[in-house]
């Protein structure tokens, strides 16, 4: 964390990094209930891992859209009881401050950098009535790691995987900028894929507490789109920087293929503030909409 750390906080952070990596080894392929973090601070966080990804080798790391902060993990839900209760929790929260502190630097096999939101008591209760509503819920595994007793709340800007280089200059990228700030938890959501590969997370719920303005819609945020994109695939030349090829397809009936390197691909990645992402993919500047399952 950036700044001056007390000893016990190091302590507890140093000891729960190989939890850590060990559920980011584990966790492809799950399901993950979150609080999705505020639009500005989001598109903030969604720009510095753009740059991240210029490195050829973060750039080929899959990052999960819908910048948030992770409450549970698990293999698969009951969907339609998980709804039902989650409905019921929002309406029962009012929104509330959290104050980010800094960076986490996640080490091991699957190294990772965060911002550290600070665990006070209003955010740990929080956690805490999340965890006993859905865990009813869940099926088949659950990651430890989220557990209330052992949660280090955080937000991801990338995961490095082991390249312990390109982690290092990440870190150097990062030192300059200040991520004290606060932000504002008025929200719960989930992030399903369907693929169970890390590849296709979508944003299947999202409930905003009490009195507090919803987000737009589905068919309001789609209307305001003008193409979709329906399938992306890898496509990267050995000796070059990682690349995907969009099949896109216009309302208007046109067809589009176009190639994204990372930081674009990355940029395009959906806001929080609706269940679409949005970008610029040629001169006549349509907007678009990702179709289910494509991440």
């Known amino acids: 964390m950036s700044g001056t750390c007390g000893a016990s906080l190091t302590a507890i952070v140093a000891a729960m990094m190989g939890r850590f990596t060990q559920s980011l080894l584990l966790g492809a392929g799950i399901q993950f209930v979150c609080a999705l973090v505020p639009a500005e601070y989001a598109q903030r966080v969604v720009a510095l891992r753009a740059a991240l990804s210029s490195d050829p080798v973060l750039g080929a790391i899959y990052d999960p859209p819908f910048v948030h902060c992770t409450l549970q993990l698990a293999e698969e839900y009951d969907w339609d009881g998980l709804t039902g209760a989650l409905a019921d929790f929002a309406r029962n929260w009012q929104p509330f401050e959290v104050a980010t502190n800094g960076l986490f630097a996640f080490t091991g096999k699957a190294t990772a950098i965060a911002i550290a939101p600070g665990k ?176």
């Open 120 to 295: 006070d008591r209003r955010f740990a209760e929080y956690h805490a009535a999340v965890w006993e509503t859905i865990t009813p819920y869940a099926q088949g595994r659950v990651d430890p790691f989220y557990h209330p007793d052992r949660w280090v709340p955080h937000i991801t800007i990338k995961r490095c995987g082991p390249h312990s280089a390109s982690f290092g200059a990440a870190m150097q990228q990062l030192a300059r900028e200040d991520f004290g700030s606060t932000i504002t938890i008025d929200n719960v959501a989930v992030q399903h894929d369907p693929g169970k590969n890390s590849l296709t997370h979508y944003l299947r719920l999202r409930f905003c507490f009490a009195g507090t303005a919803s987000p737009a819609g589905r068919d309001a945020a789609q209307s305001q789109m003008t193409a979709t994109i329906q399938e992306l695939r890898e496509s990267r030349d050995a000796a070059g920087p990682p690349a995907w090829m969009a099949k896109i397809v216009r309302d208007d009936g046109r067809a589009l293929e176009q190639c994204w390197d990372a930081p674009t691909l990355t940029g395009l990645r959906p806001s929080p503030t609706r269940c679409t992402g949005e970008g610029v993919v040629d001169k006549k500047r349509p907007r678009l909409r990702w179709g289910n399952g494509v991440r």
